[in-house]
């Protein structure tokens, strides 16, 4: 069993990556909050890591809900991944699941301050992979499934927010929290649009956002998303780094350059790897601001 979780773990799910991925969101989160708050000092434990642990566990547990869910679409038009292909079984999934749930909870429980919204995320998860107990419906509706599993990330988010908010005796109800949340989310939700645009040429028997609403008006839905996308980002930026602003203004105006080219002629490029470039960017710009600015401060 171990040697085909591996299998998996290397194909859909690098632990690795995936881990320093979650880290690199809990500290966005955790220092811009802070920073903008006014907070300098910072009371780090073994909290944090069960908060990062938390974020590195949910994803993983929403690829394998994903990869159960989409079983039968996966066989038809997925057959060479780990789980169709009979590389790995569905048993194997299913123990690794019981075991980093069972896990997450009793960290949580045990250690963390924010306990109830824990487990909205995981009450959230649950009816996300029960398809909010309407299947059909929204299985065979992309834009239904789209606004009922992506708000998942906005929760997740929430998750790091009140426990970092709790810690240091902070109100949820704030302009800062409210910006942060958005902020965290978009790239998600920019992301899982964008990967399911394509050249009229380039569609299949998958269902994509352009095969339903065409290629140009879901390309600048998401255009539209990422100007507001780097608004949200500036706002928490701005007293942080100024070099960092000019950085996202550079970033965003060449995205948008992009889009207009694709938009003109879908066979240019992919648009989603653009995208993805662009939320690298964006993300590396919003971590760098925080870690100068921080060294800044303990120089002085």
Known sequence: ?????????????????????????????????????????????????????????????????????????????????PLPSGRVYKRDLAWALGFVVCLSVFLNVWLMNNQAWFFFLYIYGTLMSLWFFKKDK???????????????????????????CYKYGLSMLTWQVFLLAFTMYFPSLIWEISRKIRAPKDETAYVTYSKLFGYQKVSRFVQILTLIDIVTNILLLWKIS???????????????WRFQQFITDPNRFNLKEQVERYTYITEATMVLSVVSHLIMEWVH
């Open 138 to 164: 929204i299985q065979n509706s992309l834009p239904l499934a789209l606004v009922t599993h992506n708000p998942v990330m906005m929760v997740l988010n929430l998750y790091t927010i009140s426990f970092v």
């Open 1 to 81: 069993m171990l040697k085909r979780l591996a299998i998996y773990f290397k194909e859909m799910y690098p632990l690795g990556q995936r881990f320093g991925l979650a880290a690199l969101v809990f500290a966005e989160i955790y220092f811009i909050l802070l920073l903008n708050m006014g907070i300098y000092q910072f009371r780090l434990g073994v909290q944090e890591w069960v908060g990062i642990f938390t974020i590195f566990v949910f994803l993983m547990i929403l690829r394998i809900a994903d990869d159960f869910k989409d079983y039968e679409t996966d066989r038809r038009l997925f057959p060479d991944r």
């Open 242 to 256: 100024w070099l960092g602003v000019v950085v996202l203004i550079l970033n965003v105006s060449w995205m948008t």
